[in-house]
């Protein structure tokens, strides 16, 4: 055990790992080398023992046409095929109508459990005290929060009878304007749970009120933004391969249709649409986790898990629609704090968070929209395997000829590691006996 | 509309989109200066249209013992607290018998989806001659994974009814040894597809049949890890806060069963397991989005969305469990091209895919646990608010003495983004006046 690591320089807690591990001198090389020159001590504050940054590919897919106005999102994701899905899809859209997206609501919530000998029905005739208690309660941190154009929405009581007969659920709806609004909501909820307390005790009542816990809630069905693609049928040759584009919008509705009723392809149909969106999430200092827990837990709220997407096919045009919970901030959190989140926020115009929920739908539906339309055209994998070969050729240390000779070699060819090893193996003893 | 945005080189793109959106020479400075000096190109090649580096802090939460052997686990994560409560539920932990995870089973799948006038019971009686020429017509791809221990674990006929009569599922599923196995189970499904209809077109049978996709499934139920944490109640006294052990157990408990039957409760209760598994599965190169969108479907899977874990209290013994799906790689990828994912599954001594999924899973029970401590004792906003106060000090530029002070102040002060700067312009104007 590495006693006191935490309390240790960022030096020393390299020399500490790499003694008791016995890592090679290319451990401490390869952090130090990832290291920022100048913002350095700024990257060490966005989490504990850090050690040194990790790199994910910061990408731009330009022109996304949402609601008429252009757009080149940022966009950060390991993974290969995304952006360039992305991109195409957003070529594509904006030369019929874009993409057009609306909020349909901005509400958050959080929880306040306790428990209590107080009836269901006592609490019940006691809610507007108790509102407008907590409202006051708060009103510190709300002031701020109103000048923005946010605050507490509402309350509701629920009696959490499942867990036991004395448990009860206070739930508080926010808006946080251009903030995603957690420490908002947990200060308020906190704050909120002392007052209750004390509300009802002091109705010179001798049955006690404990508070279980008090925190936001990552399920945000009331922060909801829907995004609409629609053109002619006939508009999709483009993206049709070898089949009309009518039988082309035929088959991209079973496959949605597919994804509406069968739970192993909904879950893969909407981790399509979550490349995209946690691609913008990322790039804008969001948090991801809260994002895919919310949309998911979504997509399961009629008791079958299922897509996110629908589609009507009616008098040869095709409508695509895509609906989703999306909480996130445009301040607060990093997104003005880390530097490549706040130049996302300056690439894409300052957005309001509002603007922000359809600029992240509209990337997640343009990327699940080239998915679908390559998985029920080619298949994904020539394009996967493409970018598969890339790879491949990078781990073994492949020149530019070389790149160029496997790239036409694999293109009628399968692609794995051992074939590509095997071809560039042969390569080179080529070129040693053409040097002899 | 930027054109021919794909093809620009590096300096190119930066150029179009500084002039296109009118960004200040910082935007252009910011990018240059998070490039990585020696390793860009590599870094390019992850995704498409990159312009630049995302930088994540790479963290360090040592002291974990999973199954009696000891961790330092690498997180990257841009959450504050994270590895601050990963690492400390690691150290108490460690004390009490550690992490105890074992993989349940191993199994992925994929699906062959498609459309003919075969009925359900002509094509069951077909089966065993499917399934051989199916895995013939891949034993190309399967033979180096059998040499590595993995292969085709079996076949599936479901009839998808309620997409349409003619239309059925060939679930296939698969061990994939040490890789997550999306581009083998992927190309091993294109494949197949082609046989399937060779296969039924040879019985002599005018009938057609038509291949709606062919493409692995993110929804893992059958690549599962459990996690069992488990102490004397007695234990728990550095967690209990102001609650005796005893009490604190029960409120731990009850915060467990609220997370089971509460929607919007178990959505966050997931939530922080995810904080611990993400920053694992991001510092390995693994796909975050894939392990997300399983997890929580798994989590919905009873037709309500509920927590992934559960506890027993018994006898004064506190056992805590948690089960979830993971399918995770250490070999193909990025896991071997991303230098620091590299280095990460070298810091953890290059475990196979079983053990990585153990280490997650032991990552996102720390965190759990640690969040749930915090809430059912003193809320979690005491720790949140100290790191949100370093992050507003850093937006404004507070120097060390300034940091000091403020953080004495606000030991008893509540913070908000105006609060810290009342605070901080107060100072600023005393230290004017003491300077003149």
């Excluded at 994701?77 to 874009?98: D, L, M, Q, R």
């Excluded at 508070?211 to 609409?228: E, F, G, H, K, R």
């Amino acid at each position: 055990m590495i006693k006191g690591f935490s309390k240790f320089s960022q030096e020393q807690k390299i020399e500490a790992l790499a003694s008791k591990y016995n890592l090679p001198t290319s451990f401490k090389e390869v952090l130090k080398s990832h290291h920022h020159s100048a913002l350095q001590d700024l990257y060490n504050q966005f989490a504990e023992n850090t050690i040194s940054n990790f790199y994910l590919p910061y990408s731009v897919a330009p022109g996304f046409v949402i609601n008429k106005k252009e757009y080149a999102i940022p966009m950060v994701i390991e993974e290969s095929s995304v952006v360039a899905a992305a991109s195409k899809a957003a070529k594509f859209w904006s030369a019929h109508g874009g993409f057009r997206t609306e909020v349909l609501s901005i509400t958050k919530s959080g929880q306040l459990f306790f428990t209590t000998e107080w009836s269901l029905e006592e609490l019940k005739d006691l809610m507007p005290g108790i509102e407008s208690a907590l409202r006051n309660s708060v009103r510190d941190i709300t002031q701020n929060m109103e000048k923005r154009g946010g605050g507490i929405a509402g309350f509701k009581l629920t009696h959490e009878a499942r867990v036991d007969e004395q448990t009860f659920c206070l739930m508080v709806s926010f808006e946080t304007a251009d903030s995603m609004g957690a420490n908002f909501i947990n200060t308020c909820l906190e704050q909120m749970g002392d007052e209750l307390v004390s509300f009802l005790t002091q109705r010179n009542d001798t049955r006690p009120v404990e508070i279980n816990m008090a925190i936001l809630s990552n399920y945000t069905p009331d922060c909801l933004v829907q995004c609409i693609l629609s053109c002619p049928v006939e508009s999709l040759r483009p993206y049709s391969g070898d089949y009309s584009p009518q039988e082309f919008a035929m088959r991209f509705k079973k496959a949605v249709k597919l994804a509406k009723h069968n739970l192993s392809r909904a879950v893969t149909h909407n981790k399509g649409i979550m490349n995209g969106v946690d691609a913008v999430v990322l790039a804008t200092g969001n948090d991801f986790r809260a994002v895919e827990a919310g949309v998911h837990a979504y997509a399961s709220r009629s008791g079958t898990y299922a897509s996110l997407t629908d589609i009507i096919l009616e008098d040869n045009v095709f409508t695509y629609t895509l609906e989703l919970p999306l909480a996130l901030g445009t301040v607060g959190g990093l997104t003005l704090l880390h530097p490549l989140a706040k130049l996302s926020l300056l690439l894409l115009g300052k957005p309001s968070a509002s603007e922000l929920m359809q600029i992240a739908a509209a990337a997640g539906m343009a990327n699940n929209f080239s998915a679908l339309a390559a998985l029920v055209t080619s298949g994904i994998q020539k394009g996967h395997m493409k970018m598969h070969l890339t790879n491949i050729l990078t781990t073994l240390n492949a020149n530019a000829i070389e790149y160029q000779k496997a790239k036409n070699y694999f293109s009628d060819h399968d692609v794995s590691h051992s074939a590509v090893k095997i071809f560039l193996d042969a390569e080179r003893l080529k070129e040693q006996h053409r040097q002899k």
